[in-house]
């Protein structure tokens, strides 16, 4: 064999070595890329969660997953009607102890939190439904047992998820202004949600601060066959007027 032709048997392993290291890069670089751009738009465009338990039925069942819009309140605000994710105000929910994570289980979890396929601080929230927006007068019930927002009787059946035969949910009354900053909600399967309504004797009386809350619930992502728009139901609260003054 001539020395070329060794010297060129040798030089395309070499060849074949330098080619590998730039896709390589090319490789990494993407994927930390993606992980920057999931982390912000997790931080600060939408987060995804699932449902634990069933007050919110039949519009949300035990384990959907849905997104939730953060962006779009921070501009717009909140109206009534809007299915919101808020961390606990603060005795809402039972204390139940954490689960210690092993640092690569930690490090799994958080990785697969920033491409939506995991959410395992969902217990540490709630979801419920905007009755009441700052400076409304929201009170239960008149005498047909309809909620009434600034005087305005609603009709939430649209919504709720009431027994066979029932027409309006159990009495739990209530006759509240809601404070600046804050919103008031409840369940859509009324009668078995610890809402609003089960805790004005918390620290913040029921009331839902704006910093608490995550934001807009607007897509089921999972599962399959329940993939689909969340609704609003605002036209609900079409007739309601803006609080009064004072």
């Known amino acids: 064999m001539s020395s070329d032709t060794a010297s060129g048997s040798e030089a395309a392993p070499r060849r074949a070595r330098r080619s590998v290291w730039p896709l390589l890069r090319d490789i990494v670089v993407i994927v930390l890329v993606a992980i920057v751009v999931s982390f912000v738009v997790k931080t600060f465009v939408v987060r995804s969660f699932y449902i634990p338990s069933g007050s919110m039925q039949q519009t949300l069942e035990i384990e959907d997953r849905i997104f939730v819009d953060e962006l779009t309140p921070r501009f717009t605000g909140y109206d009534r009607g809007d299915v919101v994710v808020f961390r606990d105000p603060g005795g809402w929910l039972p204390v139940t102890p954490r689960t210690q994570q092993t640092p690569w289980e930690g490090a799994v979890d958080w990785l697969l939190s920033l491409v939506g396929l995991s959410a395992s601080d969902s217990k540490d929230h709630l979801v419920k439904r905007v009755v009441g927006l700052p400076g409304d007068h929201v009170v239960c019930c008149n005498p047909i047992g309809q909620v009434m927002v600034n005087d305005v009787p ?17 009495k739990k009354e209530f006759d509240v202004t809601v404070p600046e900053g804050a919103l008031w909600v409840l369940g859509d399967n009324r009668d078995h949600s610890r809402d609003s309504r089960y805790n004005v004797d918390q620290p913040t009386h029921g009331f839902v601060p704006l910093d608490n809350v995550v934001g807009r619930a607007f897509l089921i992502t999972w599962p399959l066959n329940r993939i689909g728009f969340i609704d609003g139901h605002h036209d609900v609260f079409a007739g309601v007027p803006a609080p009064a003054d004072g």
């Open 154 to 170: 609603i009709d939430e059946t649209p919504y709720l998820n009431l027994d066979p035969g029932q027409s309006v949910p159990a």
